[in-house]
């Protein structure tokens, strides 16, 4: 299993940061003077992975809201959790569905409510009746173009279910807000593997760039060491075959649902392929990859605060 781990560890050292992402940061230096608040969306299921120190510190002097968006995909329990987690920083925070039709008026209200000290201090000032401008921000692939058409109540930015659709700021205006929305944004270096291997099992990182067999097999160790029974009951395993070894897991998985080559051997490529689908697609069922820390880091704390 070393070897494996290295394997995956130096499959992971390699870096999706493209130049748009660079000036999107730039962009951000500049736009955060100008706006009243940030809304910052997270991935319900990595809600720590897929915290951008580089938003984190460039949101920090102003007012910010977290939203943990796909809360439809993750699990219930644990994302109240992360609510109270975020809460206990003094920092705002939501679960949201940005896909859901029905969710606008609750997303919309839950944010006026996140910010209410804000725009109290507005009324207060006479401005009232100003728009509230919030720089909408997250990592790729978190959903943002999905909320803004869901919270502005018609499509007006582009949506797809993969990384770097939006490739410029655009601003977008609903009756009491403007919303500029950045495009996703990574960080040039993972402090872990853990954070890499998070970001790639949700599809943040492109994957044509990844070993989808290394992918699957360390999706698989994750999510049968919090969720044993959801892998056990999706893929018929007994007890002993859910025990094995990562490749061997992989290779149990593909031979029960008949994803053979010629000669009988497992298509081992074609089964990681569905498994990675499968998990994105929830067919496993609501999994959250990722706790709150026991204790909240110092330096964590004053970013988020």
């Not at 992975?49 to 644990?78: G, Q």
């Not at 890499?196 to 760039?209: E, M, R």
């Not at 080559?261 to 697609?281: N, S």
Request: charged share 30%.
């Amino acid at each position: 299993m070393k070897n494996e781990e290295l394997q995956f560890s130096n499959q992971y050292n390699i870096q999706w940061f493209p130049g748009h992402m660079a000036r999107t940061l730039r962009v951000m230096e500049q736009e955060i003077q100008h706006v009243d608040a940030s809304l910052i969306l997270l991935d319900a299921r990595i809600p720590l992975s897929s915290l951008n120190p580089e938003i984190e510190r460039i949101t920090a002097r102003k007012p910010r809201l977290y939203a943990l968006n796909k809360a439809d995909l993750a699990d219930p329990a644990v994302t109240e959790e992360w609510i109270r987690y975020f809460r206990a920083a003094d920092a705002g925070c939501v679960a949201i569905n940005a896909k859901s039709k029905g969710g606008t008026a609750a997303v919309r209200s839950a944010i006026e409510k996140e910010l209410s000290g804000l725009l109290a201090r507005r009324q207060a000032r006479g401005m009232g009746g100003a728009k509230t401008q919030i720089m909408l921000c997250g990592i790729p692939n978190v959903g943002k173009s999905t909320f803004i058409n869901t919270f502005a109540g018609s499509a007006r930015a582009k949506a797809a279910d993969r990384p770097g659709v939006t490739k410029g700021k655009q601003w977008v205006s609903t009756e009491k807000f403007d919303l500029l929305d950045m495009p996703g944004v990574l960080w040039k270096k993972f402090d872990s593997k853990a954070i890499a291997s998070n970001l790639a099992f949700i599809g943040s990182i492109k994957d044509d760039i990844l070993d989808v067999e290394e992918l699957a097999m360390n999706l698989l160790d994750e999510v049968r060491r919090y969720y044993p029974d959801l892998v056990a009951s999706r893929y018929k395993l007994d007890q002993e075959a859910l025990a094995l070894p990562p490749y061997d897991l992989l290779t149990a998985i593909g031979r029960r649902r008949g994803l053979l080559v010629r000669g009988g051997e497992v298509d081992t490529e074609r089964c990681a392929v569905m498994l990675v689908d499968e998990f994105r697609a929830c067919k496993w069922g609501r999994i959250t990859l990722e706790r709150p820390p026991r204790r909240e880091d110092p330096a964590e704390g004053e970013d988020q605060g």
